[in-house]
Antibody
Framework: QLQLQESGPGLVKPSETLSLTCTVS??????????WGWIRQPPGKGLEWIGS???????YYNPSLKSRVTISADTSKNQFSLKLSSVTAADTAVYYC?????????????????????WGQGILVTVSS | QSVLTQPPSASGAPGQRVTISCSGS????????VYWYQQLPGTAPKLLIY???QRPSGVPDRFSGSKSGTSASLAISGLRSEDEADYYC???????????FGGGTKLIVL
């Protein structure tokens, strides 16, 4: 069954760029039917959607993070990545990757559903000097 | 601050029925599907309810979802100790072109 695994540094300095990778096994990120998403959870707080990526390149980002976020994919490795620039302590969180579903495609765009299943186990990233 | 509003906590005794509400607006719950996620302590969230009221394979029928207008609810009947977890609603928001999560509800089984 499909599995996702986050990887990357657990400690990032303020003002630097957080970079994480999600490796997908037993499933292809190039599938027509799915988006792939990142969600984070600050310690003791709720879930926050970061963004979702479709293999064709269509990407949606949380407006509050959009200026600092890039989600991309390496289909040869069946991985997708998150980059978050200019981090501060407020970006300290457990970061999850998850598979999302394609809702539909119009003539001009494709849209995700926010049907996140399954999820990776999560990786704690601390922003500190 | 979440645009989807959930009560911070809910509680019930074993065997009882509890409901968790999720209030939104016309741009999210009012025009899109609602999803519910269960997060057991120390674990990743898990999909509990999809497209308002459908259960994934393996989710007991004690869990049910409903939606009316701009609000949604998760009901848990026959409460069990292992149901103690955080529950989150989620919906797409057409105005934001993005996903909203509710603030989460901590369910305590007395």
């Amino acid at each position: 069954q499909l599995q996702l695994q986050e990887s990357g540094p657990g400690l990032v300095k303020p003002s630097e760029t957080l970079s994480l990778t999600c490796t997908v096994s037993d499933g292809s990120i190039s599938s027509n039917n799915y988006y792939w998403g990142w969600i984070r959870q600050p310690p003791g707080k709720g879930l926050e959607w970061i963004g979702s990526f479709y293999y064709s390149g269509s990407t949606y980002y949380n407006p509050s993070l959009k200026s600092r976020v890039t989600i991309s994919a390496d289909t040869s490795k069946n991985q997708f990545s998150l980059k978050l620039s200019s981090v501060t302590a407020a970006d300290t969180a457990v970061y999850y990757c998850a598979r999302d579903r394609l809702r539909f495609c119009s003539t001009t765009a494709c849209y995700p559903e926010n049907w996140f299943d399954p999820w990776g186990q999560g990786i704690l990233v601390t922003v500190s000097s | 601050q979440s645009v989807l509003t959930q009560p911070p906590s809910a509680s019930g005794a074993p065997g009882q029925r509890v409901t968790i509400s999720c209030s939104g607006s016309s741009s999210n719950i009012g025009s899109n599907f609602v999803y519910w996620y269960q997060q057991l302590p120390g674990t990743a969230p898990k999909l509990l309810i999809y497209t308002n009221n459908q259960r994934p394979s393996g989710v007991p029928d004690r869990f049910s979802g409903s939606k009316s207008g701009t609000s949604a609810s998760l009901a848990i009947s026959g409460l069990r100790s292992e149901d103690e977890a955080d529950y989150y609603c989620a919906a797409w928001d057409d105005s934001l072109s993005g996903v909203l999560f509710g603030g989460g509800t901590k369910l305590i089984v007395l």
